[in-house]
């Protein structure tokens, strides 16, 4: 993409009871989606911008007005580092104010940040197999075989793959999303997918498709917070719905088998680069001041198909 998109470094408290790390951060992501234009929007900016990110991804449904400029001036003093994902609310006509201000020229499209190569996708956009998205991001993601500097790929998107009944009407989980592209994301190892939609936020382990029922992944990893990998092959692909950026929340039905954490409250997740890029430090930061999730992803061999 643009120069809009390159960026750098800083911070993170863990949770209590989890080992403290040392680490010197090289590059900071805060994540999330569904904000609206509201006082708990200005608080997750608030709260976000307290950790210094060098890179925001707003996940989508942004301003839920009818044009684009509320949310865009809640985030003004940020919109140099942020990258945006359209949502199901995120209209035509705010599409296009959205897409005019960040100078995008497709709503998918990918970008590389230190060691960690970033795949924005459209759900609002066709993505069935053999569509303009889906060739896109099958050849994007073949491409990162042949970037040696490319050890991590974060993929982002609105409505999710996989996601917990809750009392959101049309949150159900997207089902072509999900068989078309888990079996791509096994394939390439993407190590994490951030979604929203769903106002609330919760993680799966990692996981692999489940060719025989896609309604139920296969856990790989059953550690709830720390994912040491030392090989490439079958480690799965951690899901986390981030819907929590200031729009009404909703409440959770039941937790899955395959979610280790559920949080109902406002605020954001914030990714960290760290160990001379061998590790993402994760932290839910709740816009109250407290931790309600935090994980590690630990990796020391390159990415590669299989």
Known sequence: MTSHYLLFCIGLSLLPLIP??????????????????????KNTLKNISSKKPELILALGDLSYERTAECWLEIISSVDNITSIVRGDHDNDFRTSQYMEHFNMSSEFYSFNQFNIHFLIMSTELPYELGSNQYEFVKSDLENTLTNSSIKWIIIAYHQPAYISPNDCQGCSPRVTLREVYHPLFDRYNVDLVLQAHSHNYERSYPILYNNKDSENPIIVNS????????????????????????????????????????????????????????????????NDGTVSDHFIIDKLVSTQAY
């Open 223 to 286: 550690n709830k917070n720390n994912y040491n990998y030392v090989s490439d092959k079958f480690h799965g692909t951690i899901f986390a719905t981030v819907g929590t950026g200031g729009a009404e929340l909703h409440n959770f039905e039941l937790k899955v088998p395959y979610i280790v954490t559920q949080h109902r409250g406002f605020g954001f997740l914030n990714l960290e680069l760290t160990n001379n890029g061998t590790r993402i430090n994760s932290t839910f930061y709740d």
């Open 20 to 41: 403290q790390y040392t680490y010197s951060s090289l590059f900071n992501v805060a994540a999330v989606g569904d904000w609206g234009c509201n006082d708990n929007s």
